[in-house]
């Protein structure tokens, strides 16, 4: 593994915020005995965490930051177990949209494009993420949500869509149903 030494500094002041924050990281780091890395090796040491973790750590455990820092929570769907709650600060909500304006970017998207945006809002990340990295790219964006056929299939011919952030089942079934309605060239 190839590590440098400003990498590990930076690991090195995560480590140490996380110990003293107490969180859920933080004290996983003290059990393995990790407040410092100096190698490589000692960094591949690290501790993973697997779901039961971030389970157990329902419902604000997993928050590394004082309270009044976090402005937004996201989660899991909880359908096989107990959600895992995320704590966002500022920050991590920017950098989320700059990661989706990025993938964006890589797709060749532009601000000339027009984004309907088909996953849930809400505790899931995915809606609102989709949303936050079409503004950042200062694409026009169509916040439609999940569902409602007929309406997305609507606003796709109404505000000439070039964009749809869906999941592939559900873009599968618009595609289907642009075919049955034979409005593959409105769209």
Same mark, same amino acid.
């Given at each position: 593994?190839?590590?440098?030494?400003?990498?590990?500094?930076?690991?090195?002041?995560?480590?140490?915020?996380?110990?003293?924050?107490?969180?859920?990281?933080?004290?996983?780091?003290?059990?393995?005995?990790?407040?410092?890395?100096?190698?490589?090796?000692?960094?591949?040491?690290?501790?993973?965490?697997?779901?039961?973790?971030?389970?157990?750590?329902?419902?604000?455990?997993?928050?590394?930051?004082?309270?009044? @820092?976090?402005?937004? *929570?996201?989660?899991?769907?909880?359908?096989?177990? +107990? !959600?895992?709650?995320?704590?966002? =600060? $500022?920050?991590?909500?920017?950098?989320?949209?700059?990661?989706?304006?990025?993938?964006? @970017?890589?797709?060749? *998207?532009?601000?000339?494009?027009?984004?309907?945006? +088909? !996953?849930?809002?809400?505790?899931? =990340? $995915?809606?609102?993420?989709?949303?936050?990295?079409?503004?950042?790219?200062?694409?026009?964006?169509?916040?439609?949500?999940?569902?409602?056929?007929?309406?997305?299939?609507?606003m796709?011919?109404?505000?000439?869509?070039?964009?749809l952030c869906?999941?592939?089942?559900?873009?599968?079934?618009?595609?289907?149903?642009?075919?049955?309605?034979?409005?593959?060239?409105?769209?």
């Amino acid at each position: 593994m190839k590590i440098n030494e400003t990498q590990l500094e930076q690991v090195n002041d995560r480590i140490q915020a996380l110990v003293r924050s107490n969180s859920f990281y933080g004290k996983k780091l003290e059990a393995a005995g990790m407040t410092e890395v100096h190698t490589p090796e000692e960094f591949a040491k690290l501790p993973f965490s697997e779901k039961k973790d971030l389970r157990d750590a329902y419902p604000l455990g997993l928050m590394a930051v004082p309270e009044e @820092e976090i402005v937004r *929570i996201h989660s899991s769907s909880g359908t096989t177990g +107990t !959600p895992v709650i995320i704590p966002y =600060t $500022a920050k991590d909500v920017d950098d989320w949209a700059i990661q989706f304006k990025r993938c964006y @970017e890589t797709a060749g *998207i532009t601000n000339k494009d027009r984004i309907q945006v +088909t !996953p849930g809002y809400g505790l899931w =990340t $995915a809606g609102i993420g989709f949303q936050n990295g079409a503004e950042k790219l200062g694409a026009m964006v169509i916040p439609m949500g999940p569902g409602n056929t007929e309406k997305q299939l609507q606003m796709m011919m109404d505000m000439e869509s070039t964009v749809l952030c869906s999941t592939s089942s559900y873009a599968l079934l618009l595609a289907e149903e642009i075919g049955k309605r034979g409005i593959k060239d409105k769209i």
